[in-house]
């Protein structure tokens, strides 16, 4: 099933747009308008995205990118839930700006964690498992991913810029894997994540004020 999802699908200049690739990058496409909405139905889109992208990268062959779809689906599956156990669930998680430490503490893991994941991947393709052809930049989009969508499960409007973050290294990532469509789809989303941090931090906003309002 994998193997068909990968050969047939669209050309379009040219160049081959296999079906695991449309659909998944369409899909994350759709999470990010479901996220900037604050439903629930982020999740089980960005489990169906996660599926259909980890057929792509392990045959790309990026791990780190491969890899980070399964903690994407194992954080889809907690968001799911987190969100879940709110009255009203559609309008999701309230969301809030992360404090000082909290912005530190997603900055040390990315730049920690990239060096030892890229510092894994690339140990693994000296052992032959051609891991990852180019270990650290597949490492810092693996890595903002997990801080992302931990940061997004808890309603921190700061996830959208780690996303940014981690848009910035995906495209030419992307463009010299040979994946064309998929840094289209990476700029639109660059712009979708500027539109999704202001409406978070508009929201945020709101809910001190309102918070303050009612306290006096």
């Given at each position: 099933m994998s193997q068909f999802l990968l050969d047939h699908g669209l050309t379009i200049f040219?160049?081959?747009?296999?079906?695991?690739?449309?659909?998944?990058q369409l899909s994350a496409l759709l999470v990010v308008l479901?996220?900037?909405?604050?439903?629930?139905?982020?999740?089980?889109?960005q489990i169906l995205a996660t599926v259909m992208l980890f057929i792509v990268y392990i045959s790309a062959p990026l791990?780190?990118?491969?890899?980070?779809?399964?903690?994407?689906?194992?954080?889809?599956?907690?968001?799911?839930?987190?969100?879940?156990?709110?009255?009203?669930t559609v309008f999701g998680m309230v969301v809030r700006t992360a404090s000082t430490r909290e912005r530190?503490?997603?900055?040390?893991?990315?730049?920690?964690?990239?060096?030892?994941?890229?510092?894994?991947?690339?140990?693994?393709?000296?052992?032959?498992?051609?891991?990852s052809w180019n270990p650290f930049p597949d490492a810092?989009?693996?890595?903002?991913?997990?801080?992302?969508?931990?940061?997004?499960?808890?309603?921190?409007?700061?996830f959208w810029l780690v996303w940014l973050a981690v848009d910035i290294v995906?495209?030419?990532?992307?463009?010299?894997?040979?994946?064309?469509?998929?840094?289209?789809?990476?700029?639109?989303?660059?712009?979708?994540?500027i539109k999704g941090f202001l409406d978070w931090r508009k929201t945020a906003q709101r809910s001190v004020a309102a918070a303050a309002a009612a306290s006096k």
């Open positions: 040219g160049q081959h747009i296999s079906w695991a690739e449309l659909v998944g479901l996220a900037d909405r604050r439903t629930i139905w982020t999740w089980p889109v791990g780190g990118l491969a890899m980070r779809q399964v903690a994407i689906l194992l954080i889809s599956v907690y968001g799911w839930w987190a969100w879940t156990r709110h009255k009203r530190v503490l997603m900055g040390v893991i990315m730049v920690v964690g990239t060096g030892a994941f890229g510092a894994l991947l690339q140990y693994l393709n000296s052992q032959g498992y051609n891991a810092w989009i693996f890595v903002g991913t997990l801080v992302a969508f931990g940061a997004q499960a808890v309603g921190l409007v700061e995906g495209v030419p990532l992307q463009i010299k894997s040979g994946l064309y469509f998929s840094a289209l789809v990476y700029v639109v989303f660059a712009g979708l994540v």
